[in-house]
T-cell receptor, first 109, second 116 residues
Framework: GQNIDQPTEMTATEGAIVQINCTYQ??????LFWYQQHAGEAPTFLSY????GLEEKGRFSSFLSRSKGYSYLLLKELQMKDSASYLC??????????FGAGTTVTVRA | DTGVSQDPRHKITKRGQNVTFRCDPI?????LYWYRQTLGQGPEFLTY????????KSRLLSDRFSAERPKGSFSTLEIQRTEQGDSAMYLC??????????????FGPGTRLTVT
């Protein structure tokens, strides 16, 4: 089976940095995705890692270590609009995504 | 193209009734997926189409669930004899073929089903 773990909730202050960790044990690995989901809305794509290392996209960065089954999403210069659920997902074959339960990030002024 | 669309956005039905949801993917995407999401959880994979062929169906999908994509464009998901446990957000997603262009799945806004 698939096992993808991430913290349930995190709180941070506007302008700060937050790191959301994700560990996974899956039957296959074809890449790791991070999605953002605001309440009542569709998940939107943030980042994709298939090789070890750091991928940077503006205020968001994502890191992957395949040997450790570990990824993190780094959110810098937090804004109020970043308050959302962040979903870690592993593509375990060439099409299927297995998602974690999501981390709810609350940004406070 | 404005993205993946789903209809209806909300559906309230009584237990035992049948419901059907529609998904229109991004036009150039040949891959289409259905997921189900309950409160406080991530989406769970239900089924996957490549063009009109349904290539995988999750064990989560009981015999009461059926999905079609007759012409390789829009898809429908039908639930027969709904149960209260079917209450969830049903998400559709689409993507390009593997190894081409981009790799992410684009999600629609979802259909929220409430079974009373």
């Amino acid at each position: 089976g698939q096992n993808i773990d991430q913290p349930t909730e995190m709180t941070a202050t506007e302008g700060a940095i937050v790191q959301i960790n994700c560990t996974y044990q899956t039957s296959g690995f074809n890449g790791l995705f991070w999605y953002q989901q605001h309440a009542g809305e569709a998940p939107t794509f943030l980042s994709y890692n298939v090789l070890d290392g750091l991928e940077e996209k503006g205020r968001f960065s994502s890191f992957l270590s395949r040997s450790k089954g570990y990824s993190y999403l780094l959110l810098k210069e937090l804004q109020m609009k970043d308050s959302a659920s962040y979903l870690c997902a592993v593509k375990d074959n060439d099409y299927k995504l297995s998602f974690g339960a999501g981390t709810t990030v609350t940004v406070r002024a | 193209d404005t993205g993946v669309s789903q209809d209806p956005r909300h559906k309230i039905t009584k237990r035992g009734q049948n419901v059907t949801f529609r998904c229109d993917p991004i036009s150039e995407h040949n891959r289409l997926y259905w997921y189900r999401q309950t409160l406080g959880q991530g989406p769970e994979f239900l089924t996957y189409f490549q063009n009109e062929a349904q290539l995988e169906k999750s064990r989560l999908l009981s015999d009461r669930f059926s999905a079609e994509r007759p012409k390789g464009s829009f898809s429908t998901l039908e639930i027969q004899r709904t149960e209260q446990g079917d209450s969830a957000m049903y998400l559709c997603a689409s993507s390009h073929p593997e190894g081409t262009m981009s790799y992410e799945q684009y999600f629609g806004p979802g259909t929220r089903l409430t079974v009373t």
